[in-house]
C-alpha cells in the first residue's frame, strides 16, 4: 500500500433530472492505490451515480475528477483510456452479459480495448484459469447460474488489468457458497495490489474487509475513516440507517461489563474476540 493518490473527486454534481434534484451535491473524496474501501450509506444516496462518473458512463455537470493524477477527460479517447483503468462490475450480472458464449464475453472488452488477438487469447485462457471458468466456458452466458453469472462479470473487468476495479453490491443475490467464493476472489485482487472500491450493506463484511469506509449521505460524503473510526460514530450510522457490526458491540458490551479489559485492541472479527475470551478465562 502507498500514499499516491489513485482516485480524487472535487466537488462533483450529477443531475439526471436537469438539475431539479442532484443525485451527486457536492462530492469529494480521495482514494490512495491499492486501497480496499467501503462505499456505504442507505440506498439513493449516490454511490452508483458516483461510480456510473468514474467509468465515463454519466459525466459530471460540475466539479472534477481525477484517475492517477490525471483529470478525467470524457471525450473518446479520454474515455478510452478511463477504461482501460477503472472496471466496474455491475450488480445484477445481467446488465453486464451481452455476448453469445462465456469465451467471446470475456474477450470482446479486451479485443475492444485494441489488443492483438494473440495476446488477448493468452489474457483470457488465463482469467479463465484463475477463477475457475473452464468448466463452463463454452456455455451461453445466459445458461448461466447467478454465481457463475458473476464470477464471469469479474473475469470481463479483471482481463483487462485495470487500476481500480468496482464492485456494486458483488453479494447481491448470491448464496453464501457463492458470497465467500466473490470475496475469496476479491482478496486476491487486492494482493495483487489493484484498488478495490465496494458498495455493501454488509456493516460486518466492510468492518473486516476495508481499509477505509466512505458514509454517502444525499450525494455527498457524511463522514469517512477507517472502520473502527466510522462505525464508532453512532451519530452518522444512525444517520444512514447502519447498524453497528456485530463484533464491535459484543467487544463494547463486553468491556462495560467488565469482562474485557477496554484498553484490548479491538477485534477485527468474532474470532479474535473468542480469543481474547479465551484469554480472559486462561488467566482466572
Ligand atoms: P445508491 O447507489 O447509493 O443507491 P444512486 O446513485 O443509485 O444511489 O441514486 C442517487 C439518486 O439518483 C437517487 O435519488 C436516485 O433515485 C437517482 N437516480 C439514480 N439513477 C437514476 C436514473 N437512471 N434516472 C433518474 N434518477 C436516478
Redo the contacts with the bound molecule.
Keep these: 500500500m502507498t500514499d499516491e493518490t489513485i482516485l480524487k473527486a472535487e466537488d462533483l454534481f450529477y443531475s ?2 436537469d438539475n431539479q ?1 442532484y ?1 451527486l451535491n457536492g462530492l469529494s473524496l480521495e482514494i490512495g492505490k491499492g486501497q480496499k474501501v467501503a462505499f456505504m ?10 461510480f456510473l462518473c468514474c467509468v465515463g458512463i454519466c459525466r459530471p455537470q460540475k466539479g472534477k475528477l481525477y484517475v492517477g493524477g490525471r483529470e478525467v477527460n470524457y471525450d473518446k479517447k479520454g474515455l478510452l483510456d478511463l477504461r482501460s483503468k477503472v472496471g466496474i462490475v455491475f450488480q445484477d450480472p445481467d446488465n453486464q452479459l451481452f455476448s453469445a458464449s462465456v469465451y467471446q464475453e470475456i474477450s470482446f472488452g479486451i479485443l475492444n480495448l485494441g489488443v492483438p488477438e494473440e495476446e488477448a487469447k493468452k489474457e483470457v485462457e488465463a482469467v479463465i484459469d484463475y477463477l475457475e471458468i473452464t468448466p463452463f466456458r463454452h456455455r451461453p452466458t445466459h445458461a448461466l447460474s447467478g454465481g457463475q453469472k458473476k464470477q464471469v462479470s469479474i473475469a470481463d473487468i479483471l482481463v483487462m488489468h485495470p487500476d481500480i476495479i468496482i464492485l ?1 453490491e458483488p453479494a447481491a443475490a448470491l448464496d453464501p457458497k457463492h458470497t465467500t467464493m466473490v470475496n475469496h476472489i476479491v482478496d486476491q485482487m487486492t494482493e495483487n495490489g489493484i484498488t478495490v472500491l465496494m ?1 455493501t450493506h454488509d456493516v460486518n463484511y466492510a468492518y473486516e474487509w476495508a481499509d477505509e469506509v466512505l458514509l ?1 449521505h444525499e ?1 455527498k460524503i457524511l463522514t469517512s475513516g477507517t472502520p473502527e473510526q466510522v462505525f464508532a460514530d453512532h451519530e452518522a450510522l444512525r444517520h444512514t440507517n447502519l447498524e453497528p457490526p456485530v463484533v464491535l458491540e459484543l467487544f463494547q458490551r463486553l468491556t462495560e461489563k467488565g469482562i474485557l479489559e477496554a484498553s484490548l485492541p479491538v477485534p477485527k472479527n468474532l474470532r479474535a474476540l473468542e480469543d481474547a475470551i479465551a484469554a480472559v478465562r486462561w488467566q482466572k
Design positions: 439526471y433530472d434534484t443525485a450509506g442507505a440506498n439513493g444516496s449516490g454511490k452508483s451515480t458516483f456494486d458498495a454517502f450525494g
